[in-house]
């Protein structure tokens, strides 16, 4: 079941390429739950696309089965080389092991994600603070959890 799944998933996606696998899985009594993201976003007609595209080829008398396409939420964490590309421009909530980073994600490459943002700092001469711009590469190996940040 799970090979023919991902073949009719594969040729869906084939037919839409800005759309991406995020996660595929059949759980017992046969449920398929697809997720899907998109370099421009996704919108319900490509969930239906998807759908029919699998639904239409798998037989229910052969096996049952239940199937929900999703895309991913906007509170989902970032799983995907694309979905970073993707947010270049937004804001990023990136955990690592040892620290927090909040900032505008200014860069995606092979080996990791880049982050800008300003903080205020004590003078190095005087009293009070100064705005400073910061800046981190942050590797994906590195990184437990990256969500984009929503501002209203």
């Not at 029919?52 to 049952?64: G, P």
């Not at 970032?78 to 620290?99: I, M, P």
């Not at 980073?101 to 005087?126: H, Q, S, Y």
Request: glycine share 6%; proline share 3%.
């Amino acid at each position: 079941m799970q090979d023919k799944v991902k073949a009719l998933l594969d040729a869906a996606l084939a037919e839409n390429t800005s759309l991406f696998l995020i996660d595929l899985s059949i759980s017992e009594g046969n449920h398929i739950k697809v997720i899907i993201d998109g370099d421009e976003g996704v919108k319900v007609e490509d969930c239906i696309a998807v759908s029919r595209a699998i639904e239409h080829n798998l037989d229910r008398e052969e096996v049952d089965f239940s199937l929900e396409v999703l895309s991913a939420g906007v509170s989902e964490p970032l799983q995907e080389l694309r979905q970073y590309k993707k947010n270049v421009g937004r804001k990023l909530k990136v955990k690592t092991a040892s620290e927090t980073l909040e900032g505008e994600l200014i860069a995606v490459n092979d080996d990791g994600v880049t982050l800008t943002w300003k903080t205020r700092e004590p003078k190095p001469v005087g009293k009070g603070k100064v705005t400073v711009q910061k800046e981190a590469v942050v590797p994906y190996e590195t990184i437990v959890e990256a969500k984009v940040m929503i501002t209203f």
